[in-house]
């Protein structure tokens, strides 16, 4: 650790800022801008409205008083002239021109010390300023301002929808500027992380720790042959660079495949996220809940597949029913509750094994059947289960596909057993092939 000055941290603050916003624009499609909200209890919430509050009692006093004092009106009246030039495009040069004649500061406030400031007519003025101004969806908020009398309450509901108003109008600057940035984002993220490594060269501890890991898997993986010949032709293990074990030393793709699915198997709070990741951490995060509940969809749909036989799985809707309630049960759920998820799964399953048999006209389960049904959806909890790890393996090896460099992914190489899922299969990876192929 070096010895930094506040001016330098604050630096490379907003160098952070600038490079999570510009990467959040380009691989978040539903980025905005949202005002800053606090809890309703919380303490800066308390502070906030204690000042908003004294701020308008205050704005109400002087200009009830006998004469107004226009003080703070004025400075109000400041804000909202550069903000409604903050809102005019470059084409808006008459309308910048007026606002600056109308909103003349100093002869605002030669009016005021002679007590001829009309309010109400500025306040007209800016009420039908930002009606031309407005998106579409605040129309019915600014007509709504049109009805109000009181000039503190007034000036009040101003700033508030003109700071809704300046919120819209840096959402619709971020949905143009979208497509730019995804043209160039990539060289600003390299000059601007070489930026902070120069000055931070010692903080990716995690980043390299994460690296060595994989590197060490490589080599292990390499220097042994593979269990069959066909999973070393896969596409699969070419997609993760596996190398041939004459090669001492793993290539930096193999060992960067292997760190990026390595997230897939992440154990939140036991280890830090590599720093290179941060930005990516949420997303990559959503990536492997929706892998593990697909992981327990899938072992759920097999064992039942397995014990109810293909007559009952062929009837229609049958699998789609089994796949929606499993969904619904594992939905937000961490992996530490799926035992207790699937424990309902496994009721679920054999209701709805037992109204299609009833609808089939095909005798019900006995009572060891029900039991063994129950058991085997229920040893799916744990980690070491056959099914649920062979179900794994295969969404890993396909996953893979997409974040090898150039690498495509077809129908051919979906794996065999997973059709029920494919559709949400194919949705998780192409968003975790999108992040990646990013960072990489």
């Known amino acids: 650790p070096q010895a930094l000055s506040v001016n330098e941290l604050q630096e490379i603050t907003d160098d952070i800022s600038k490079l999570t916003i510009v990467h959040e624009i380009v691989l978040n499609g539903d980025f905005k801008l949202q005002a800053a909200s606090f809890s309703p209890k919380s303490l800066e919430n308390?502070?906030?409205?204690?000042?908003?509050?004294?701020?308008?009692?205050?704005?109400?006093?002087?200009?009830?008083?006998?004469?107004?004092?226009?003080?703070?009106?004025?400075?109000?009246?400041?804000?909202?002239?550069?903000?409604?030039?903050?809102?005019?495009?470059?084409?808006?040069?008459?309308l910048r021109s007026q606002i600056e004649e109308v909103l003349d500061m100093e002869l605002i406030r030669q009016e005021a010390e002679h007590g001829a400031l009309d309010i109400h007519g500025l306040t007209v003025y800016v009420l039908g300023t930002m009606a031309r101004l407005c998106a579409p969806i605040r129309d019915e908020e600014v007509r709504g301002l049109q009805s109000l009398t009181d000039p503190a309450q007034l000036l009040r509901e101003i700033f508030r929808v003109l700071g809704l108003m300046k919120t819209d109008m840096l959402n619709f600057t971020i949905q143009s500027l979208r497509t730019h940035l995804q043209d160039h984002t990539i060289q600003y993220e390299q000059k601007k992380f070489q930026e902070l490594l120069d000055k931070l060269p010692n903080s990716l501890d995690r980043t390299r720790e994460w690296l060595c890991k994989a590197a060490a898997e490589v080599s292990v993986s390499s220097s042994q042959p593979p269990p069959h010949p066909a999973v070393s032709?896969?596409?699969?293990?070419?997609?993760?660079?596996?190398?041939?074990?004459?090669?001492?030393?793993?290539?930096?793709?193999?060992?960067?495949?292997?760190?990026?699915m390595n997230l897939l198997c992440w154990e939140p709070g036991q280890k830090e996220y590599p720093e290179t990741l941060f930005m990516d951490q949420a997303r990559l995060q959503e990536v492997q809940a929706q892998v593990n509940q697909l992981t327990i969809t899938a072992a759920v749909l097999l064992v039942t597949s397995g014990t109810c036989g293909s007559t009952l799985c062929g009837s229609p809707g049958f699998v789609a029913r089994l796949k929606r309630v499993t969904k619904v049960l594992l939905e937000g759920l961490s992996c530490t509750r799926y035992e207790e998820a699937l424990e309902d799964i496994s009721d679920q399953v054999l209701q709805e094994v037992s109204r299609t048999l009833s609808q089939l006209g095909y005798a019900a389960f006995t009572t060891d059947q029900c039991a063994s049904l129950k058991g085997q959806i229920k040893s799916i909890a744990d980690k070491g289960n056959a099914v649920r790890h062979v179900i794994e393996q295969r969404i890993h090896s396909f996953l893979s596909l997409f974040i090898s460099p150039g690498g495509q992914n077809s129908q051919k190489d979906f794996p065999k057993g997973l059709d029920p899922i494919q559709e949400e299969l194919l949705e998780v990876g192409r968003r975790f092939g999108s992040v990646i192929h990013h960072n990489r």
């Not at 070419?238 to 793709?253: I, M, Q």
Request: glycine share 4%; net charge positive.
């Open 46 to 94: 308390r502070v906030k409205e204690t000042l908003h509050k004294a701020f308008w009692d205050s704005l109400e006093e002087q200009l009830s008083a006998r004469p107004p004092d226009y003080t703070r009106a004025i400075q109000l009246l400041q804000e909202i002239k550069e903000a409604l030039l903050s809102l005019l495009l470059p084409r808006h040069n008459q």
């Open 233 to 260: 032709g896969s596409p699969a293990a070419h997609s993760l660079g596996a190398v041939s074990s004459r090669t001492t030393v793993p290539s930096l793709t193999s060992v960067l495949n292997r760190g990026y």
